[in-house]
């Protein structure tokens, strides 16, 4: 138990559906990140939010939303996706920016997501 | 390449033999830190490594680090069949949150 934890563990969903991924730390954290897993390909960060606020937004399509309403929340809402963005999706958090090298991310276990 | 690619993507050992891991990066960091994998999960951090140290040790691994070279390894010591799994480095720069990842070495201990 990494003290981060995802729901749902497994999502099928079609091309017309709208979901959304969870994301929970409880880990007194206060920035956290959402990174795209695909098969042989490098882990692709997609968003970073720091004390709530977003500062990275790596080009990713506008069908992925993200939201962190407090710093112990953080969601990826899905709307109209392809199947190529089948991955497993995983939520990450770290405690101190870079700068104080304390930026050893914990993840949760992943959402693996399936588009048909 | 990537930043943070490692070498090789795949290995393949007996139990009880060491099992070394090479990662290889392209811009200066301010740390290079190793992530574990089991298949379907999380990654767990494993350990970190500053850009002015060279050598750490946590248990059965030890993790070299050459800024000249751009690289660092990963040794596993003695392997036991629960060190299967996929292994990363990440490249945290100066002034930033993020870590780059690479793709990862698939590390298979044949029991």
């Known amino acids: 138990e990494t003290g981060v934890t995802q729901t749902p563990r497994h999502l099928v969903m079609g091309m017309t559906n709208k979901k959304s991924l969870k994301c929970e730390q409880h880990l007194g954290h206060n920035a956290m990140y959402w990174y795209k897993q695909s098969a042989k390909k490098p882990l692709e960060l997609m968003f970073v939010y720091s004390l709530e606020e977003r500062v990275e937004n790596n080009s990713v399509p506008s069908r992925f939303s993200p939201e962190c309403p407090n710093s112990s929340h953080l969601f990826l809402h899905l709307h109209t996706l392809q199947p190529e963005d089948s991955a497993l999706y995983l939520c990450?958090?770290?405690?101190?920016?870079?700068?104080?090298?304390?930026?050893?991310?914990?993840f949760g276990a992943g959402t693996r997501l399936s588009v048909l | 390449s990537q930043q943070g690619e490692e070498d090789p993507q795949a290995l393949s050992i007996q139990e009880g033999e060491n099992a070394t891991m090479n990662c290889s990066y392209k811009t200066s960091i301010n740390n290079l830190q190793w992530y574990r994998q089991n298949s379907g999960r999380g990654l767990v951090h494993l350990i970190l490594?500053?850009?002015?140290?060279r050598e750490k040790h946590s248990g059965r691994l030890r993790v070299t680090l050459d800024t000249s070279k751009k690289s660092s390894s990963l040794l596993i010591t003695a392997s036991r069949a629960a060190d299967t799994a996929s292994y990363f480095c990440?490249?945290?720069?100066?002034?930033?949150?993020?870590?780059?990842f690479g793709t990862g070495t698939r590390l298979t201990i044949i029991p």
């Open positions: 990440a490249t945290a720069n100066f002034g930033n949150e993020k870590l780059t």
């Open positions: 990450a958090s770290s405690q101190e920016r870079i700068t104080k090298a304390k930026n050893i991310q914990y």
């Open positions: 490594i500053r850009s002015n140290e």
